[in-house]
């Protein structure tokens, strides 16, 4: 299983990124996807997940109404649309899917600071 993460950056805050996942090594389509995030000296947190069939999300509290998780399947690839960003937004961002109990597979990340 291999995840590989782009589109992070340096971003003022109100500003827009869109983060990429492609994945590989899985079926990609039967299985839910997720993006965490870690800021310095926090634990890792759930940003947002989408399922593999049917494609329903969830979002942590703090970025409900900014931050749109989606996934193509033709391309295995899942995506967050992030918006009206904060400095508290500030964080590594990283691509996760857990077949089972058993696996859980992370990708290397990607930093987003959110700064003037």
């Known amino acids: 299983v291999q995840l590989v993460e782009s589109g992070g950056g340096l971003v003022q805050p109100g500003g827009s990124l869109r983060l990429s996942c492609v994945a590989s090594?899985?079926?990609?389509?039967?299985?839910?996807m997720s993006w965490y995030r870690q800021a310095p000296g926090k634990e890792r947190e759930l940003v947002a997940a989408?399922?593999?069939?049917?494609?329903?999300?969830n979002y942590a509290d703090s970025v409900k109404g900014r931050f749109t998780i989606s996934r193509d399947n033709a391309k295995n690839a899942v995506y967050l649309q992030m918006n009206s960003l904060k400095p508290e937004d500030t964080a590594v961002y990283y691509c996760?899917?857990?077949?089972?109990?058993?696996?859980?597979?992370w990708g290397q990340g990607t930093q987003v600071t959110v700064s003037s």
């Open positions: 090594g899985f079926t990609f389509s039967i299985y839910g």
């Open positions: 996760n899917v857990r077949p089972n109990l058993k696996n859980n597979y």
């Open positions: 989408i399922s593999g069939v049917g494609g329903s999300t």
